[in-house]
Structure formats: structure tokens, C-alpha cells
């Protein structure tokens, strides 16, 4: 079998074809359903929670950040969930660590937190 020969043209509609289906199903420039831009109560993914108020000062993958790593069985095992939950919805006092619960002046409502130290790095799990 011979396979036909790809000249640039048909490459370029190969590669229009793959970036409108890497688009999804919307056509391009059309508004879908819902907003483009889900409101922050509404994203309860972990990482992306994570990655959004967290990983600036704890680092990626809650290590090498300015700020103590969260990521660190240890630390978790002592810290315990009640604490770790009361530390983030409150923050530490004259320290760069902001409150996030709405009670404290954050703009979230208090987060629960659930250790996670199964598969894949041992963060902390919390829903918003
Ligand atoms: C602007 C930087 C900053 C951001 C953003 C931030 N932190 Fe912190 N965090 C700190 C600093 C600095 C400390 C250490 C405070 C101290 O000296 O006790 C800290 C401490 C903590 C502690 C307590 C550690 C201990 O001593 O037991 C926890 C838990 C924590 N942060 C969780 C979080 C979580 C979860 C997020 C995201 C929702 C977050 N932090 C976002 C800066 C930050």
C-alpha cells in the first residue's frame, strides 16, 4: 500500500481540522451555555484551587514555595485537618498568610479540608 502524498496544503487542512476539534464543539467565537469564566464558588477541583490561591507562596505542588510546604506527610499528620481548616479560613495574624473565609474578611465560604494522601502528591483536599 502506498500512502498518498502530503502536500503543505493538505497539512495546513489537517492542522485547521485538529485545532477546531482541540476547540471543542463550539464554533469559534460563539458563546456556549453557560458563562466562559465559572464563578470562584463554583470550582471545586482541587488543583485548580490549589494552583489559584495557594501555590503562589506554597509552590507548585504545595513544595519550594516562599511559604512552609504543605505538601509533606509529616507536617500533615501533626497539623491535622481541624487545624489546617482553621488556618485557611482565618489566616495567621501579621504574617503574609490571607484569611479566606468570608467570616474573616476572605471572599470564601469556610472551606472544609480532607487530607489526601493517596495516590499522586499528598496535598490537601478542601471543598469550597
Ligand atoms: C500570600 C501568600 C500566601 C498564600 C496565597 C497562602 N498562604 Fe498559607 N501561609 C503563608 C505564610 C507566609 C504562612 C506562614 C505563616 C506563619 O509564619 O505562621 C502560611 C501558613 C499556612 C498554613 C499553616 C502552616 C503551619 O504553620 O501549620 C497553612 C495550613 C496554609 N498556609 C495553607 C494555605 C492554603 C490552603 C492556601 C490557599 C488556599 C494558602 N495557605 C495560601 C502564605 C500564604
Redesign the pocket.
Known sequence: MTLPKLSSVNLWLLACAVSLAAAGCHAPGKPGPGPEVPRPSQVLDFPTL?RE??A???GENGKNGA??A?NNPVYLAI?GTA??EK??ANG?PN????P?AKSAGGSRSPPSFKAWNESGPSL?KFDW
Do not use: K, R, W
Open positions: 490549589y490561591n495557594c503562589a507562596c506554597h511559604a512552609i504543605l497539623a487545624n489546617i488556618i485557611t495567621v504574617t503574609a498568610m490571607p479566606f490537601l
